[in-house]
């Protein structure tokens, strides 16, 4: 005889799944990855004492020079100075051939005299005229024509006498007297040659200063300080010294150099510091103390130049923006933006972001 055991409610499968299902939730599954910790190269940021120290050669040249010629053309005769010759101001430099200005001035003068011949016998006609003008017995017709031609003669005399003046200075022109003090520092032309007017025959370099001249690249001009004082010292002797401070800059680059001529005038140049001499100008850049970085540790935040900062407490990393001073393919100088000892990364720093924890390769001191 079989017996039938009635079948549990289907309602008692239920609590039994609710019970297995609250202990795999209590279980909690797989733990969460932790976070991720990247190795970083870092640098502590340290205070610059100074600025950088840039030398450059140059020459000594004269703060003014002066290109003495001729007013007149003409064959040149006789040159009386040579480079390295000292003049003063009223010394004739050089000649030219004298006769066709000596042949002007006895025509001019010859001319001179034939008018003033002629305004005598003009001048009689006249006061004859005038004399029978007023006993009647002439026309006042013929009394006019007296009158004028006098007045046309005058014209002719002053006329004659302009001319002499002229080849009087023309002949004048033909010796070349300078007018500064200085030395010869070019010779333009040679005894002999036929010279037109305003040909250099020589130039003068005048006494009044001396310039040390360099040609500066356009990155190191850009970087110039405003108004720099540069110390100028002569290459064959570092005793020898001076200062000086930027007189002249060049509008335009040297068309092969691509360098900017820059003229120092110097403060009461030493007598060792001649014309030509090779000297070496000094100059410091960012006078102004800042922090010097490795260029690696730039990035960028809002289109403006940044670093990351690490936390050395919770060894996390935040992104600062700061300035800049000046910079290098090597280096930069921060000028705000961090504070001495900060720890900023150089080498990682494209893979970073906000918060990340960091591990330091070294660097930090």
Same mark, same amino acid.
């Given at each position: ?5 009635? %079948? ?16 795999? !939730? ?14 970083? %190269? ?12 840039? #030398? ?21 005769? =006789?040159?009386?100075?040579?480079? &390295? ?16 200005? *000596? ?9 001179? !005299?034939?008018?003033? !011949?002629?305004?005598? =016998? ?27 031609? %006098?007045? #046309? ?14 080849? /009087? ?8 007297? #300078? ?10 032309? /040679?005894?002999? /040659?036929?010279?037109?007017? &305003? ?8 006494? *009044? ?61 030493? $007598? ?39 936390? $050395? ?15 290098? $393919? ?10 001495? &000892? ?10 970073? %972001? $906000? ?11």
């Amino acid at each position: 005889m079989q017996h039938r055991f009635p %079948r549990p409610p289907r309602r008692a499968a239920l609590p039994c799944a609710l019970a297995i299902g609250l202990l795999a !939730a209590c279980d909690g599954g797989p733990p969460p990855a932790p976070p991720e910790i990247r190795p970083v %190269r870092v640098v502590t940021v340290e205070r610059a004492a100074g600025g950088e120290v840039v #030398s450059l050669t140059g020459t000594v040249q004269a703060e003014t020079e002066v290109n003495l010629a001729f007013r007149i053309d003409g064959r040149l005769v =006789e040159r009386l100075v040579n480079v &390295g010759d000292t003049v003063r101001a009223g010394q004739v430099v050089a000649r030219l051939n004298r006769e066709n200005e *000596e042949n002007g001035l006895r025509a001019a003068r010859a001319q001179l !005299a034939a008018a003033r !011949a002629q305004l005598v =016998e003009a001048q009689n006609n006249y006061w004859r005229q005038s004399e029978l003008l007023r006993d009647g017995w002439t026309t006042r017709v013929r009394y006019d024509q007296a009158a004028q031609t %006098r007045q #046309s003669a005058q014209s002719a005399v002053d006329a004659a006498e302009a001319q002499v003046g002229i080849a /009087e200075t023309r002949l004048g022109y033909t010796e070349l007297v #300078s007018d500064v003090n200085g030395r010869v520092t070019q010779r333009g032309a /040679e005894p002999g /040659e036929v010279v037109q007017p &305003g040909r250099m025959i020589v130039q003068v370099a005048r006494d *009044e200063g001396r310039d040390a001249v360099f040609d500066v690249p356009p990155t190191l001009k850009d970087q110039a300080p405003a108004n720099p004082v540069i110390e100028v010292v002569l290459a064959t002797d570092p005793n020898v010294r001076t200062t000086g401070r930027v007189r002249e800059v060049a509008p335009r680059a040297d068309a092969v150099t691509g360098t900017f001529q820059v003229r120092v005038g110097l403060a009461d140049p030493p $007598p060792a510091m001649r014309l030509g001499a090779t000297v070496t100008g000094r100059l410091t850049l960012g006078a102004s103390a800042g922090f010097a970085i490795p260029a690696s540790a730039l990035t960028r935040a809002d289109r403006q130049p940044a670093v990351w900062v690490v936390n $050395p407490a919770e060894q996390t990393v935040a992104l600062r923006t700061v300035e800049l001073v000046r910079h290098d $393919p090597g280096h930069v100088v921060v000028g705000s933006g961090l504070e001495p &000892g900060e720890i900023v990364v150089t080498a990682g720093v494209q893979a970073l %972001r $906000p918060g990340q924890k960091v591990r330091l390769l070294g660097g930090a001191r």
